[in-house]
């Protein structure tokens, strides 16, 4: 393909996606042509067509800009694809996503966080802190962060944060100088197959980091490292830094709650932060925010005195543990989509709300993830007072026979779940005495989250 810097004229295939929508944006601040496809209208679509970025949604050959040199598609485009399959004959350079980011960011220094979970909250802490503490950021966020209401951060500048997706070994294109695994955990079977797969692609990706660079990780990660992972680092001169236990090179202590929030101190290489506070519940969330403050740290150009102040005014990203509604009843939406998104989710609702009766309703993602997960799902979703499922959310994919959320009602537990549609929830809800309300899923759930905080706004007046 031709240089990065020489293209143009670029053209998404699937430009409404998170991740896809923020490169869009960095290539449209650079007076870079820009337009794309996508199958829906969003609000984030919306968005980019009022920054001046020109979208279809119809998969017609016509609506293809003539004058593009540059494709860039998701793996979620199916096969099928019209627009994909006709441009993958075109002659015109066509690249994944990934590929881009990579390209992107290898003439920057790049701090690059990834884990099977966690990863965007982190990204857009390190983010934040950094911009806090005076460093400029150009930040590629797989969410939308509230401190910034965008899930791109122009910073202009030559430190570059970006999350580093696991799937489809997507993150194996970057050449981060200071990465972040925050957990490595089986998921998305559908690609690697195994447990072990997973991780060896996650020690590929960590070995990806620059020689002399930092690989910043919790001690369970540090764990699993192999003497062949440690010696390939250490071939590079990768130092790692660890957290979580007495031996790490990062400690974390005195934790402390505060209400919703967590307090504790930090300390590393002799800097020590006391009784900081994080205003998010969750003790994954405080390790997020450990990862956070050392790699802003491993930069050596913060103003460190400012990341007391930073910290305590974090403010999350939407759909991690957001409260959408805080009236008598309480609502909050989150993205958890794994069985340990769930249990940390779940627990932090808990935390904040002991003695409520808490009520879940949960659409599962993927059918592939819901029969490798199913009791995975059914044991973290036992800990709900009341549980409604909804029907599986397909994505990417085809429906698998017998494969339905009723695998995980009939693994349950609790004896308080029912499995309903969609057009039914409403009514369901109606029906049910709780006092903390919450929806979980990656799927289309959030398109319902304004229904519902309609609906209780009603009810309370």
Known sequence: MIPIEKVKSVFFIGIGGIGMSALARYLNTKN???????????????????????????????NIPTD?????????????????????????????????????????????????????????MVSYLAIQCDIKVTAFLGGIAHAFDSNFIDGDSEWMVAEADEYDRSFLSLIPVISVVNSVDADHLDIYGTESA????????????????????????????????????SAKKVKVVSFGSENSEVIYSNVGVEGASYTFDYEYEGFKLQHLKLGMPGIHNLKNMVAAITAVLLTGSASIARIPDAVSA???????????WDGKIKYIDDYAHHPTELEATISSAKMMYPE????????????????????????????????????????RELPMEGVESEMIAGEMKNENVKV?????????????????????????????????KAWLKYEQY
């Not at 590929?99 to 701090?111: A, N, S, V, W, Y």
């Not at 974090?314 to 959408?324: P, T």
């Open 356 to 395: 409520k009766k808490v009520l879940g309703v949960f659409q599962p993602h993927l059918f592939s993830r819901t029969r490798d997960f199913y009791k995975g799902f059914a044991e973290a979703l036992d800990e709900l007072d009341e549980v409604i499922l909804l029907p599986i959310y397909p994505a």
């Open 420 to 452: 309903v549609p969609f057009d039914k929830l409403i009514e369901e809800l109606k029906n049910r005495k709780f006092d903390v309300l919450l929806t979980l899923g990656a799927g289309d759930i959030d398109l319902h989250v304004n229904e519902i």
């Open 68 to 124: 593009i040199d540059l494709v860039v598609y998701t793996p979620a485009i199916p096969k099928n694809h019209k627009q994909f399959n006709y441009l993958l004959d075109s002659g015109i350079p066509v690249v994944k996503r990934a590929k881009l980011l990579g390209l992107m960011t290898e003439r920057h220094k790049l701090i690059a966080v990834a884990g099977t979970h966690g990863k965007t909250t982190t990204s857009a």
């Open 198 to 233: 997973i991780l060896e692609s996650f020690a590929e990706f960590m070995c990806r980091t620059k020689p002399g660079g930092h690989l910043i990780i919790p001690s369970e990660v540090e764990r699993k490292l192999t003497p062949e992972i440690r010696e390939n680092l």
């Open 32 to 62: 870079i042509k820009v337009s794309g496809y996508d199958k829906t209208e969003t609000q984030l679509t919306k968005k980019l067509v009022s920054e001046g970025i020109d979208i279809h949604y119809q998969d017609e050959i016509e």
């Open 314 to 324: 974090f403010s999350g990203i939407k759909r991690r543990f957001e409260l959408v």
